[in-house]
């Protein structure tokens, strides 16, 4: 579903039924040209994002404000891959400017907001330390990888602060993980927006764009799922680009979708669940092109790796743990369950993977129980398969 800042006038039905009355050959409807801005309203920190067209015939848009490009700015049909990218603002206050789309003798008009500096909540983007961050579901950041640190940002309810983190990869164009908080509040409600656009955090240059699937026969694989952020605008930021990999269809739509509704069914049973999505890009791997041309890195295997916290619970401060590793070959029509061989203590995936998992954890709990919910085998654990 998407959010169209201009109303869609479409066909007007009661003229062509009037005509019927005198004619058994109806006119074909022509339907009205159409633009949609996925964020009519953004940080004072230069970003972008995508316009979608939809015309018939050939369209043209203009802006008269030199803070923002529209590339392409005319082009013939359907688009949904129009990149409008924005300047920073440095000035004292907000700005704002018109966007219009001349197609089918119609002029439409969408307008952008940004914020001034002074109005943007903490900053997105961070250069520093997931332990600097101090959130739980955080694993291990380093200044000598090469990777970026991101967050976005969420209101939901009551709530204000991160969405999702995610851990940038410039040269195979996927995060490395995804983490997160998850519990039923925070999921929000509403249904999937199918908003797939840029991430205004990285260059349009430096992600892929993926207003339609992978090229080579890839579905777009969320890694924090869509229906785990059903309110509109956090649902929005599980669409950007950063956010998917290259995933087999059966997997995507099988193993790993039943995982996903584990999972939220472990969020529904405790007072929060920390949850890292990761995939494994490391060595020689195999790519898919995005619309633009782009190669990414398609993924050997995905993990989770969860931290269950319940505060009726006394056993290491109320936390728990528990980790599945899949091969993106694995079968998809398996299940995880109990005792499946992908399922492994903390520690065990973090071998695997050579990530440091919820690297807060220590200072939160100690470090002996902390070392306890991370070698703990949730095999052993009913309350995971219950």
Known sequence: MR????????AVLLGVLSLGLFSCKEEPVIPDPDFVLARDAVSSRKGSQFLEV???????????????????????????AVALLYDANTGEGARQADIRLQAQEK???????QRAPSEDPEPEINGGSSTRKGWMELPETRPD???NFFWHNMTVGNYSGRNYSFYWDYSKLVSHWVAYPLNNALRGSGSRSDAWGLDPLIPASRQPIITSAYRGGWARGHQIPSADRLSYNANVQTFYGTNMTPQNYNFNGEIWAR????????????DTLYVVTGCMVDGPVSYATDIDGKSIAIPTAYYKAVLRYSKSSSENGGYSGCAVYLEHTHNPSETVSRNHPSVMSIRDLEQKTGVNFFVNLPAAIGEAAAAAVETQNPNSVSWWWN
Do not use: M
Not at 107 to 113: E, G, R, S, Y
């Open 107 to 113: 002029t439409l008009t969408v307008t952008l907001h």
């Open 145 to 147: 990888d090469g990777l």
């Open 54 to 80: 939809y015309a018939q015939g050939s369209w043209t848009i203009t802006c008269d404000a030199d803070w923002i490009q529209v590339t392409p700015n005319q082009g013939q049909g359907n688009c949904k």
């Open 259 to 270: 995982l996903e509704d584990r999972v939220r069914g472990w969020a529904g049973k405790c």
């Open 3 to 10: 959010t169209r800042l201009h109303t869609v006038f479409g």
